[in-house]
């Protein structure tokens, strides 16, 4: 199975049931897939086609769900870039990616346009806020169905960038066979189902992010409550309201919420685990 289909197949099954919560916003998985839809469409009318990659930049919001499996299921890859990107870092990562598209907000598309006559082949930019701009306009003109190309488990689904630590950072590609084999790991190793609800903290553009918070829900059918930027009372805040009942994040995150002052005032009892990385858990 490749992470289009499975995405297909998880907004039949759940339809009804809510897949995104942003700020007061609620989008369904039947509404999710519309959107999809519609946006695949868009890239393919841009010339987007199995075998591209496409760069994704944006934080924690639905117009980065929308535009991680609009990408996938055209057969394209998409690459994930961290929304700190400078130009400097953008020239790079655009160039060496071969990304063909960008999809980003109005006000980061301009760190692109510091470094556009650089980039041969990354041409088109898709603005994913701006009314005017041919995303919104899609969303809600579609075409709002998509029939997907002949996509293979063990084809290019992702690219992400390592740290760069010794030179400048490599682009690791991760196949959909890789990322559907993830996706299962919340439902089979915690019993992940529709009734689960998780607190999308991390960037969705870090794989950690977006295995745990995105492909699992999907798979499982659960609500990502999508926080783009946060603060630990906020955090609470979000608890509470959504009744989540599960949260991804490194350590440092679950010992400021440890020792927040005022912690005790809100009600996270729906809270049932947490899943934790990147660094060791103290004690």
Do not use: W
Not at 226 to 232: P, S, V
């Amino acid at each position: 199975m490749h992470l289009g289909r499975m995405f297909e197949e998880s907004c039949g099954r759940f339809a009804g049931h809510v897949a995104l919560i942003h700020n007061d916003r609620t989008i369904t998985y039947r509404e999710l897939n519309a959107s999809v839809n519609a946006i695949s469409n868009q890239l393919h009318r841009m010339g987007i086609e199995k075998g591209n990659q496409v760069a994704l930049m944006l934080p924690n919001c639905p117009e980065f769900v929308i535009s991680y499996f609009a990408i996938l299921k055209t057969g394209a890859s998409v690459v994930t870039l961290n929304v700190q990107s400078t130009p400097h870092e953008l020239k790079h990562l655009l160039g060496n990616s071969d990304a063909k598209a960008l999809i980003t907000t109005g006000a980061m598309s301009r760190r692109y346009e510091e470094i556009r006559d650089e980039l041969p082949l990354c041409r088109d930019v898709l603005i994913t806020d701006q009314p005017e701009e041919a995303f919104q306009q899609a969303l809600s003109q579609g075409p709002f169905d998509f029939t997907m190309p002949d996509i293979h488990s063990d084809d290019p689904a992702v690219m992400i960038y390592t740290a760069g630590l010794t030179g400048k950072p490599l682009g690791a590609v991760l196949t959909h066979r890789n990322l559907t084999s993830q996706s299962r790991l919340l439902k089979n190793v915690y019993g992940g189902s529709e009734e689960y609800v998780s607190l999308a903290v991390i960037p969705l553009y870090h794989t950690f992010g977006t295995s745990v918070n995105l492909l699992g829900c999907i798979y499982a059918g659960a609500s990502v409550v999508l926080m783009d930027r946060f603060t630990l009372e906020g955090i609470f805040q979000a608890i509470e309201r959504n009744k989540v009942t599960f949260i991804a994040a490194v350590p440092r995150l679950f010992l400021g919420m440890l020792f927040m002052e005022g912690a005790k005032k809100y009600d996270t009892g729906s809270l049932d685990f947490c899943i934790t990385g990147g660094s060791k858990m103290p004690p």
